[in-house]
Structures are given as structure tokens and as C-alpha cells.
């Protein structure tokens, strides 16, 4: 587990993430990979136990066999795609003029 982040709220995500892994059927991690992976996690998430679980949340969502930062992440590590903030912006303006 990674000493960093010690809420109940992250055990319990990081704990759906090894479950979620063993149902797929994926290989146990050694403990290089469970390092490695645990590192990395820390990394993307910039050390922030919520972005931390917002990942495991968002990998787990997409199927990934992997921990990924979600698409629409502003961090600076993962640029948007164009059409995507197009498509938000247009559903933003909807939704206001819908509700306004």
C-alpha cells in the first residue's frame, strides 16, 4: 500500500483496484510491478490521495488493465482533445439555456 496515502477511503479503492484485477483474471502483481504501479500512481496524481482514487475509479470505469488519468484531466499531463472541449462547451451552453 503506499505509506503516502493512509485514508480508509484510499485502502478501499486501492482494494477494489486488486479486486477488480483478480476478476479479469490478471497476473498478480510481483512486488517490482506492485512498486512500480503504486509509484506511478503516485506520479499521476501529483501526490493527491483524491486524484489518486479518482484514477483507480476512472481506470476501473474504462476496463483498463492499467491505472490512466481520466481523458478530461487538467493537470498537464493529459491534453484534452479539441472535439472533446467543443462538445462539453456546447453541452455546457445547453444545459444552462435549458435550465436558465
Known amino acids: 500500500m503506499l505509506d ?7 485502502q478501499k479503492a486501492w482494494e477494489e483496484w486488486l479486486q477488480y ?8 502483481y510481483t512486488p517490482t510491478g506492485l512498486k512500480k504501479t503504486q509509484t ?10 483524491d486524484t ?5 475509479d476512472y481506470s ?21 482533445n479539441g472535439h472533446e472541449q467543443l462538445a462539453s462547451s456546447i453541452l455546457s451552453e445547453l444545459q444552462q439555456n435549458f435550465n436558465g
Open 52 to 56: 489518486a482514487i479518482k484514477i483507480i
Open 60 to 80: 476501473i470505469s474504462q476496463n483498463y488493465q492499467g491505472l490512466f488519468l481520466p481523458k478530461n484531466s487538467n493537470n498537464g499531463t493529459t491534453i484534452s
Open 4 to 10: 503516502l496515502f493512509t485514508s480508509e477511503k484510499f
Open 40 to 49: 506511478m500512481l503516485l506520479k499521476l496524481s501529483n501526490g493527491n490521495e
Open 21 to 28: 484485477r483478480k476478476e479479469r483474471k490478471l497476473p498478480k
